[in-house]
């Protein structure tokens, strides 16, 4: 199976910047979509940012411009740096990777555990 650890969350001042990183092992042939979510109290998910494998990107209306999605192909890692953060950034951020399981070659979405970031006002 395949596991995503996820890193980099914490509290941090209106203004300030923070890194995820989300790390992906086990049995993988390929990952071709690796994006962040996002989810608030009593808010639905919503996605952040996503990258493809050749390197295509898609962001949240509300965070172009601050938060940069990137990736590492060869250690199947994906980043989200996060600039100018403001009070509604607050949520617990999620990675996602759809992947292509190399025992099988099946196709199959996976999840992080999930972690937290707080911006204080």
């Known amino acids: 199976q395949v596991q995503l650890v996820e890193s980099g969350g914490g509290l941090v001042q209106s203004g300030g910047s923070l890194r995820l990183s989300c790390a992906a092992s086990?049995?993988?042939?390929?990952?071709?979509?690796m994006g962040w979510y996002r989810q608030a109290p009593g808010k639905q998910r919503e996605l952040v940012a996503s990258?493809?494998?050749?390197?295509?990107?898609n962001y949240l209306d509300s965070v172009k411009g601050r938060f940069t999605i990137s990736r590492d192909n060869a250690k199947n890692t994906v980043y989200l740096q996060m600039n100018s953060l403001k009070p509604e950034d607050t949520a617990v951020y999620y990675c996602?990777?759809?992947?292509?399981?190399?025992?099988?070659?099946?196709?199959?979405?996976?999840w992080g555990q999930g972690t937290q970031v707080t911006v204080s006002s």
């Open positions: 996602n990777a759809d992947v292509t399981i190399l025992a099988t070659m099946a196709y199959e979405e996976y």
């Open positions: 086990g049995s993988i042939f390929s990952i071709y979509h």
């Open positions: 990258i493809t494998i050749d390197g295509s990107t």
